[in-house]
T-cell receptor
Framework: DGGITQSPKYLFRKEGQNVTLSCEQN?????MYWYRQDPGQGLRLIYY???????QKGDIAEGYSVSREKKESFPLTVTSAQKNPTAFYLC?????????????FGPGTRLTVL | RKEVEQDPGPFNVPEGATVAFNCTYS??????FFWYRQDCRKEPKLLMSVYSSGNEDGRFTAQLNRASQYISLLIRDSKLSDSATYLCVVNKGNYQLIWGAGTKLIIKP
């Protein structure tokens, strides 16, 4: 089955720790995205990647880092510099990054900082 | 003013009724518009794209009003399974999508 997988589904982190969220897609999509969703707010873009070995900051990139070494994979690291990391993190992909293509989402990772 | 605004609801609607909600956007250069559906604690899924001429998919109809800068979603003969949060999404004319906070819909038997 084609799709996007994210792991883990739930993640608990102590303050001061870095954590990495996994995102893998087998849809052969060029573009991949990371969003953050907080209660009562729309999705906010953290980082996006249009192609392998290239990525750009979104609106709220501070305290996060990404890599895109393979087309299928776009991991997100939440660093200790992120002041309020507790949120629902969603990874998405689309055929291209033109903004007109449907974005397909993974099931998300709920991160809680203890 | 937010770039994309939606009434958060909830809209409590009896099963079988028709319900409609709007979404306003601020950027007149916006090119593409979408409605996504998000179930509780799940990922968003595309419901439908919104075209200039309007479009219909079964019980769902989406309309775009460029002059007044809003899009609408109409659901006819609502089902219990339509209960969800409906997210309005607007493309600014580049790669970036701007997401509304969503309108919560509750269909009651």
């Amino acid at each position: 089955d084609g799709g996007i997988t994210q792991s883990p589904k739930y993640l608990f982190r102590k303050e001061g720790q870095n954590v990495t969220l996994s995102c893998e897609q087998n849809l052969n999509h060029d573009a991949m995205y990371w969003y953050r969703q907080d209660p009562g707010q729309g999705l906010r873009l953290i980082y996006y990647s249009q192609i392998v070995n290239d990525f750009q900051k979104g609106d709220i990139a501070e305290g996060y880092s990404v890599s895109r070494e393979k087309k299928e994979s776009f991991p997100l690291t939440v660093t200790s510099a992120q002041k309020n990391p507790t949120a629902f993190y969603l990874c998405a992909s689309s055929i291209t990054s033109g903004g007109t293509d449907t974005q397909y989402f993974g099931p998300g990772t709920r991160l809680t900082v203890l | 003013r937010k770039e994309v605004e939606q009434d958060p609801g909830p809209f409590n609607v009896p099963e079988g009724a028709t319900v409609a909600f709007n979404c306003t956007y601020s950027n007149s250069a916006s090119q593409s518009f979408f409605w996504y559906r998000q179930d509780c604690r799940k990922e968003p899924k595309l419901l439908m794209s919104v075209y200039s001429s309007g479009n219909e998919d079964g019980r769902f109809t989406a309309q775009l009003n460029r002059a007044s800068q809003y899009i609408s979603l109409l659901i006819r003969d609502s089902k219990l399974s339509d209960s969800a949060t409906y997210l309005c999404v607007v493309n600014k004319g580049n790669y970036q999508l701007i997401w509304g906070a969503g309108t919560k819909l509750i269909i009651k038997p």
